[in-house]
């Protein structure tokens, strides 16, 4: 897989990264632009949506100003971040560094052997993983569960599935499932009169995965699994789907056997469409 986005951040332009811009574009990645200081580098983000972020921790002004940068752009587009500085490592620096989920930690002067190997590691785990963002009421989670067993197998073919029950006691959970959105690379959308009633599917998770598809392009499987009035659908655009089965027929009137035949395993087919 070639043309990754990259963002380089980086306030020594000339000396550190011009030549990082350089070996990147040899090895077939997408260069989106060079930030100097951490407030560029946060909109630039924010703007170019890149998938990996080359971050220098000492930035103007600010000697641990790329970590705080990284933590906002990882929260923000999800993207992975690769530390590349000469700063200190210190344990506490490590530990702050840490807490940022960084995929890879160079320091300067880096070899070219060093920086292609995390990149290449890079590489391989963005074509070998697909995220499946699963969107559902908590009233739905006993439908969302029969679900699941066949999500699950499909691990062994690089889909991994993802719900707001795998975020651990004591996270950040609206980041957590943030994060998880923008890394989507599809979505299941579990339809019902509680789906619909939820403040924070229709005003969060919602808006940011049909943005997704608008942007990127991604699969959204509009699944309804109970009745939800025609205009209700329609005010919130799910009708301009391409629907995976009629809303006059929800899931729920269906009985185990069909759906499981007819729903869960036609998803997972599609799902893995581009892996078999």
């Known amino acids: 897989m070639a043309g990754e986005r990259v963002l380089i951040v980086e306030n020594e332009v000339t000396m550190e990264a011009r030549p990082l811009e350089r070996f990147l574009k040899k090895h077939e990645f997408l260069v989106v632009g060079i930030a100097k200081d951490a407030t560029k ?16 921790i000492m930035l ?11 933590r906002q752009i990882r929260n923000e587009t999800g993207a992975a971040i690769i530390y590349v500085t000469g700063a200190e490592t210190s344990q506490d620096l490590i530990n702050k560094v840490a807490g940022t989920e960084p995929f890879g930690f160079l320091t300067k002067p880096w070899s070219e052997e060093q920086l292609l190997a995390v990149l290449k590691l890079f590489r391989a ?10 969107c559902y009421a908590h009233e739905d989670r006993e439908m969302k569960n029969e679900l699941y067993p066949f999500l699950k197998s499909l691990e062994s073919v690089g889909v991994d599935a993802w719900d707001d029950e795998r975020i651990r006691y004591g996270d950040y959970w609206k980041d957590e499932i943030d994060a998880a959105v923008r890394r989507a690379d599809a979505a299941i959308l ?7 009633n939820s403040l924070f599917i229709q005003e969060s998770e919602l808006p940011q995965l049909l943005t997704l598809r608008e942007r990127k392009g991604i699969p959204v499987f509009v699944v309804h699994i109970r009745s939800v009035p025609k205009a209700t659908l329609q005010q919130k655009g799910l009708l301009t789907f391409q ?13 185990r056997a069909e759906r499981e035949k007819k729903a869960w395993t036609r998803i997972c087919d599609e799902l893995t469409r581009d892996r078999v």
């Not at 002004?61 to 990284?70: I, P, R, Y």
């Open 125 to 134: 785990k963005s074509v070998g993983k697909k995220v499946v963002f699963v």
């Open 243 to 255: 629907n995976f089965n009629d809303p006059n027929d929800p899931l729920a009137h269906w009985d």
């Open 60 to 70: 103007p002004g600010d000697a641990e100003g790329g970590v705080k940068a990284a």
């Open 41 to 56: 580098a946060v909109r630039m983000a924010r703007e170019e949506r890149p998938s990996l972020v080359l971050m220098d």
């Open 190 to 196: 579990l339809v019902s009169i509680d789906f619909m």
